[in-house]
């Protein structure tokens, strides 16, 4: 089960810059690559706002 970003991210870009396997895009909303996905949990570690949890 892959990470997913929620309504409460403020695309701040800190989960992209960290994301070890770059499974992170920009858009309107940023979105988390389920395949790509590891589950290594470091975007949510670094995300400012608690908007990204296990989908």
Not at 1 to 26: F, K, L, N, Q, R
Request: proline share 4%; net charge negative.
């Amino acid at each position: 089960m892959a990470y997913v970003i929620g309504d409460d991210c403020v695309a701040c870009g800190t989960c992209i810059d960290e994301c070890p396997v770059g499974a992170i895009s920009e858009g309107e909303k940023y979105v988390i690559n389920a395949d790509a996905c590891t589950e290594c949990g470091t975007c949510a570690d670094v995300c400012p706002s608690g908007a990204i949890s296990l989908g």
